[in-house]
């Protein structure tokens, strides 16, 4: 099992940029596929990006891609998105999600969440 922790969001205006992290304790950071969603008020929850476990695969939504980057340190077990180019679209709270071996778009294939962290982006 491994437990989730978000951190990095908060307000920002439009066209700037925030940087999230989300810290994973537990088992083996290095054995897990790890996802970003987001999920703003009165929608569902949406993909953003994902890396497969040794990092060799990432997918990123259209909606942010050339925009958000996600990133791996597996010494630090942590996952981080630096978002730049922030539009008031992407004000959403962000989840880090992890699963043993999917890495795709959808959210019920992951195992593990975390709380989440909010973003604001202000025009």
């Known amino acids: 099992q491994v437990q989730l922790v978000e951190s990095g969001g908060g307000l920002v205006q439009a066209g700037g940029s925030l940087r999230l992290s989300c810290a994973a304790s537990?088992?083996?950071?290095?054995?897990?596929?790890m996802g970003w969603f987001r999920q703003a008020p009165g929608k569902l929850r949406e993909f953003v990006t994902s890396m497969s476990r040794s990092g060799g695969t990432v997918d990123y939504a259209d909606s942010v891609k050339g925009r958000f980057t996600i990133y791996r340190d597996d010494a630090k077990n942590t996952v981080s998105l630096q978002m730049n180019s922030l539009k008031p679209e992407d004000t959403a709270r962000y989840y880090c999600a992890a699963d043993p071996t999917y890495y795709g778009r959808s959210p019920g294939y992951y195992d593990y969440w975390g709380q989440g962290t909010q973003v604001t982006v202000s025009s």
């Open positions: 537990g088992r083996t950071f290095s054995s897990y596929a």
